[in-house]
């Protein structure tokens, strides 16, 4: 007998609907379908594959391959198969549920109605409680029905995992917990399919280079699905870890685009692989742009096709031409690898400087406007290292581990130097977020590193923008933000930032007067003496920059401001332990490594932040490592 008047809190909650579960159904069916579709026309299409091979039995044995290759596509739809069955009879199992919830609900309102007319003033009155007695036990019922319901669901989506880890990838956390409204059905569905690729990846390696070369020739959109879905870094790194050298070395040479770029892959295999697709490409694309320059020499005509051909071939060149070339400014002490590498619109690349597979922090560093593959990768890779030789000269003073690596990442679309007003909105830098993340989850992932440990972001300019947006979801132990160009407003305070308390540091150099624009606001020189941060309090005493024009910025908070709460260091000349340290002298970020690359003289004043010599390269290194610009190691 219950004391309490029922009411619709006694009953469960129950969230999904039949339409979107059938649905899932579907989507499980015909995405794994797919992949058993996919495997099966890979097998066809090995007709006149003797062609290509010449080596005795080649024919047969990459046709026994193929065979081999689909067992495990086939077996991935028959047991999603058994998935989707498990989701229509959780539909089913719904329906009831759901109308049956209906019902209750206008029973409980109907009772509390009369209870409510009722003379009576007890909670429940005599003649009511029978009703109420009967309708607490009809909502148990409901209860345990709904609770079966998820369970004999869940329990059919493990007896699958479970039987075939190989297949599928891990769904565990919210994606089978209760309630189930949380379930995830779209990602499950997405998971079925992408765990398909990699087993038959692996049969197609077991052939060699050419099988897989084949098979990505007859399934662009597949091998372009592998980069823009890929599966999760924990499936692809247990995967990897699962091949032998040879298979590592086929797919390293036959898929070359895509495990250069795949998060799981031993980062030195990535490397191997993109240095096999600047080996292969850059000597084609430079055969076919002479062949086009000749026309346009010549003054021929050139379709509408051979321009745009034209202007995507002088990006290529001019990208792949500069990692060539960043690539030979390795040293011993500072290896050099490419650990991400797309030849779309606009190419994009990542430089790795040291060992990212052993080192114990790695510091990725995010450009701003203007920066791209061909025309500032040397510059930008020299900044990395510049960032990791001082970082090791901090980790020895601080006497800790000195295996470090830092990368030089140009991983989107940079916003154009002015007169462009791209570097006032948001649009690039929510993209450029997007694939920071990913690039940031990847390297955790790899590495094993969990809550964003072992991880810093060192940002420059609108990378500021950037950054700020990527680490709102992605955690990291280390931010720093130089020569902000601005915070968006959906990053308010460094509270919004998945970074450890006292761990996000920013700073302006005194001679910059181009940041402040990113944000909105054109300064000059103020008279006041306000710190060794720009600062504009509109108070002539105070302030040590004035306002001239106001801009329309998307982003328009300066994380140095004590509003937005970053901790703070000089970018400005100053003596520490009895040496000259240069200030920034404007807004670069490495102008005077530049010019060395390109063996120009310079002028004394021609530093930037990332410049060797530079206070806050010296601070920078520090705050990246999770120290402050003392040395003191931040808890």
Do not use: C
């Amino acid at each position: 007998m219950s004391a309490t008047l029922i009411d619709e809190s006694a009953l469960p909650t129950v969230t999904p609907t039949v339409a979107a579960v059938n649905d899932s159904a579907t989507a499980l069916r015909t995405s794994t379908d797919a992949v058993r579709q996919a495997a099966q026309a890979a097998q066809r299409s090995w007709s006149g594959i003797d062609g290509v091979l010449s080596s005795p039995g080649a024919t047969d044995a990459l046709s026994d391959a193929m065979s081999a290759a689909t067992g495990p596509a086939d077996g991935l739809a028959t047991a999603a198969g058994s998935v989707a069955t498990a989701l229509e009879t959780f539909a089913d199992d719904l329906t009831t549920i759901r109308r049956t919830r209906r019902s209750l609900l206008a029973d409980i309102e109907e009772l509390r109605a009369r209870v409510a007319a009722s003379d009576s003033d007890d909670a429940v009155p005599d003649e009511y409680r029978a009703a109420n007695d009967d309708l607490h036990a009809r909502a148990s019922r409901l209860h345990t029905r709904w609770r079966t319901a998820q369970d004999d669901l869940a329990q059919a989506i493990r007896g699958q995992i479970g039987g075939a880890p190989r297949l599928f990838p891990t769904l565990g956390g919210s994606m089978l917990a209760a309630p189930f409204a949380r379930i995830d059905f779209g990602a499950a569905s997405r998971a079925f399919r992408d765990a398909g690729r990699l087993p038959l990846l692996a049969g197609l390696a077991a052939q060699g280079p050419d099988a897989l070369r084949k098979w990505a020739a007859d399934h662009p959109g597949e091998a372009q699905r592998l980069l823009d879905h890929p599966p999760s870094t924990d499936d692809v790194k247990a995967w990897w870890a699962g091949l032998d050298a040879d298979d590592r070395t086929a797919l390293v040479t036959g898929l070359s685009t895509v495990v250069g770029n795949l998060g799981g892959v031993l980062y030195a295999d990535r490397g191997r692989a993109n240095q096999h697709t600047l080996d292969t490409e850059l000597p084609k694309a430079q055969a076919r742009y002479r062949e086009l320059s000749g026309k346009v020499f010549r003054n021929d005509e050139l379709t509408p096709a051979d321009r745009a051909e034209y202007a995507r071939l002088s990006e290529i060149v001019g990208s792949l031409e500069a990692l060539d070339k960043t690539l030979l400014a390795g040293t011993a002490s500072a290896p050099r690898t490419i650990v991400s590498l797309t030849l779309g619109h606009p190419p994009l690349a990542a430089v790795a400087i040291g060992d990212l597979d052993t080192a114990t922090n790695v510091t990725v560093n995010v450009p701003g406007m203007g920066n791209t593959v061909a025309e500032s990768m040397q510059g930008w890779a020299g900044g990395a290292e510049n960032l990791l030789m001082e970082q090791k000269n901090a980790a020895a003073r601080a006497k800790a581990d000195q295996n470090l690596a830092t990368v030089a990442w140009i991983g989107y679309d940079t916003p154009e130097m002015p007169p462009s007003v791209d570097v006032l909105g948001s649009a690039k830098a929510e993209v450029g977020a997007r694939n920071l993340s990913g690039f940031l989850e990847g390297v955790s992932g790899t590495r094993g590193w969990k809550d964003g440990n072992h991880l810093s972001v060192v940002a420059h300019s609108y990378g500021t923008t950037t950054a700020t947006l990527a680490v709102a979801k992605t955690p990291v132990a280390n931010l720093t933000l130089l020569a902000s160009a601005g915070v968006d407003m959906r990053v308010p305070n460094v509270q919004a930032v998945d970074v450890p308390a006292d761990h996000v540091w920013a700073s302006q150099a005194s001679k910059d007067y181009v940041a402040n624009i990113g944000r909105g606001s054109v300064e000059a020189p103020g008279l006041g003496f306000g710190g060794d941060q720009p600062i504009n309090t509109w108070n002539p005493f105070t302030a040590n920059r004035s306002h001239v024009i106001a801009l329309p910025s998307t982003h328009p908070l300066n994380p140095g401001d004590g509003v937005w709460g970053a901790r703070t260091f000089s970018s400005d000349t100053q003596m520490i332990d009895g040496r000259v340290w240069h200030g920034s002298d404007g807004h670069g970020a490495t102008p005077a490594t530049e010019a060395a690359i390109k063996g120009e003289s310079r002028k004394d004043e021609d530093h930037g932040y990332l410049d060797a010599g530079t206070t806050p390269l010296r601070n920078t290194a520090y705050t990246s490592l999770g120290y402050t610009p003392e040395g003191k190691e931040i808890r």
